[in-house]
């Protein structure tokens, strides 16, 4: 029985089971990712976020989700001061249980903020 079962297995992979043929019709594009995403979801994500930061307002974790969604949304004013919000809670707390982590995240993503900032 098992044989059999290998010998079917060996055979439907050997006949290209596991692969999809890619055609350019439908292969994936880099830019996939977000094309679901609709204005209303990300309204209800920042909502569902502003629900969290209302119930945690002393975690740097929700500030910081909401400054990526602030951030896809194209409120990069928005984004920037929630980072800086996160990372200023983030640097009151110890450098602990993956908190430095964090607070490297956050630096690294407000020098970004700082350079959208310049531009008019």
């Not at 029985?1 to 055609?23: D, F």
């Amino acid at each position: 029985m098992i044989r059999r079962w290998s010998l079917a297995l060996a055979l439907s992979l050997g006949l290209g089971g596991c692969t999809i043929p890619a055609s350019p019709e439908s292969a994936l594009r880099p830019d996939d990712c977000m094309k679901a995403t609709s204005i209303n979801a990300m309204a209800a994500a920042i909502a569902a976020c502003n629900a969290v930061i209302r119930a945690y307002p002393h975690h740097a974790l929700p500030f910081r989700d909401r400054a990526l969604l602030w951030s896809l949304n194209g409120d990069e004013r928005r984004a920037c001061q929630d980072l800086r919000h996160s990372l200023a809670l983030a640097e009151r707390r110890p450098a602990e249980n993956g908190n430095q982590r964090l607070r490297s995240d956050l630096r690294i993503s407000l020098r970004a903020c700082q350079g959208s900032e310049r531009q008019p």
